[in-house]
């Protein structure tokens, strides 16, 4: 599992390392997304903040707020939205958090890349929990892990979006 913050902001970032290509993996996202948000519920934490709910948390709602608070949030869509044609399935009347993964199968047939990977571009970004992009920048620019090749170039980025996630 890795951790990032924005600590002055008090959010907390946790990444579990899952493959969601895994029906186990995909369960336990699923799990501990529910053994959070029942934690932050008994600290009296807030389930989202800096990204919104959307597709992500929409599930959680019921059990986190409550039979009667996500009652007047249904109330709210109803009046608003009738036909259901705004984000359907966002804040209310939300899939199960597996239901809409963006992701293929492996390819049956190797890419062949230009850059060395000792096991594979998806497989380096895969294992280091970040994006191919992540990856191709970190081995290009010969930096190690965690430390953003950007950064390398201008480093009064501080409270860039690309310093908190590097």
Not at 150 to 164: H, K, M, Q, W
Request: net charge neutral; charged share 15%.
């Amino acid at each position: 599992m890795t951790y990032y913050a924005h600590a002055s902001s008090g959010c907390l970032h946790i990444r579990p390392l899952i493959n969601i290509k895994q029906a186990g993996d995909r369960a336990n996202m699923a799990s501990i997304a529910q053994f959070v948000a029942d934690l932050l519920g008994d600290y009296g934490g807030a389930l989202s903040s800096e990204h919104g709910d959307g597709r992500v948390r929409s599930w959680l709602n019921r059990s986190f707020y409550g039979p009667d608070l996500y009652a007047l949030f249904e109330q709210v869509k109803g009046t608003f939205d009738p036909h259901n044609r705004f984000n359907p399935g966002n804040i209310v009347d939300a899939p199960p958090i597996d239901q809409h993964l963006r992701w293929v199968p492996d390819p049956a047939i190797p890419v062949k890349t230009y850059l060395h990977f000792a096991n594979g571009l998806a497989e380096e970004a895969r294992g280091h929990n970040r994006s191919p992009m992540h990856a191709v920048m970190n081995f290009v620019h010969r930096q190690p892990l965690g430390t953003c090749a950007v950064l390398v170039i201008d480093p009064y980025l501080e409270c860039s979006t690309l310093n908190r996630t590097g």
